[in-house]
């Protein structure tokens, strides 16, 4: 099992321009995340997913799309880049829903994404 | 506001004991996690407490105590490979996962 992979690892845009991040999981989990890591910040949800054609907005939402057509795939859209959003961006994925019991989020190697 | 608190690094001694805190305010409370995260990999899962105690796993142990709102994290032997920032989150009433910025554990040997 190839686990949870992202595509790119790395890319270099320009402000304005757009792109779409892949995540894929072969694990078969229902639940999706992306977040953002910032130099001195803790990770912080994007958007998440609960199902196949399902999305939701997490806690720093704008300027970003999402996608789950597949139940393996994630898509993370940025249709007009700025500069902050240069960042390391991690897909996770999961079996369980969040609940009170201990849950394992399995995070793909990230995508370092610079806006110039 | 939400708030998680762990120092922004530490430095300790291969073979020996270190112990990374985690103080934390949120609203409500169901779990508190431990990630390892070493530089430039994904973070992966290292603990999971809701009650309060110690739980321990191989050199790893966490402890919670949910009044004091508090964790820590203890590594004991410590190896090189041990070198990796440690994270600390907390799911809310809302199971939202609020995360800390991580404490880099620096190792010498």
């Known amino acids: 099992n190839a686990g949870v992979t992202q595509t790119p690892k790395f890319r270099v845009l320009k402000t304005g321009q757009s792109m779409t991040l892949l995540c894929a999981q072969d694990?078969?989990?229902?639940?999706m995340y992306w977040y953002r890591q910032d130099p001195g910040m803790g990770l912080r949800l994007i958007h998440y997913?609960?199902?196949?054609?399902?999305?939701a907005k997490g806690e720093v939402p704008d300027g970003y799309n999402v996608s789950r057509l597949k139940k393996q795939n994630f898509l993370l859209g940025l249709e007009s880049a700025a500069p902050s959003q240069t960042s390391v961006y991690f897909c996770?994925?999961?079996?369980?829903?969040?609940?009170?019991?201990?849950?394992?989020?399995?995070f793909g190697p990230g995508t370092r994404l610079t806006v110039t | 506001g939400q708030n998680i608190d762990q120092p922004t690094e530490m430095t300790a001694t291969e073979g020996a004991i270190v112990q990374i805190n985690c103080t934390y305010q949120?609203?409500?409370?169901?779990?508190l996690f431990w990630y390892q995260q070493h530089a430039g990999e994904a973070p992966t899962f290292l603990s999971y407490?809701?009650l309060d105690g110690l739980e321990e796993k191989g050199r790893f142990s966490s402890f919670l105590s949910r009044s004091k709102g508090y964790s820590y994290l203890l590594l004991k032997e410590l190896q090189m490979k041990d070198s990796a920032s440690y994270l600390c989150?907390?799911?809310?009433?809302?199971?939202?996962?609020?995360w800390g910025a991580g404490t880099k554990l620096i190792i010498k040997p």
């Open positions: 997913s609960v199902g196949e054609g399902t999305t």
């Open positions: 407490n809701v």
């Open positions: 694990m078969n989990h229902e639940y």
């Open positions: 989150a907390v799911m809310d009433s809302n199971y939202q996962l609020i």
């Open positions: 996770a994925s999961t079996s369980q829903p969040p609940s009170g019991i201990a849950y394992e989020q399995y």
């Open positions: 949120t609203s409500g409370f169901n779990g």
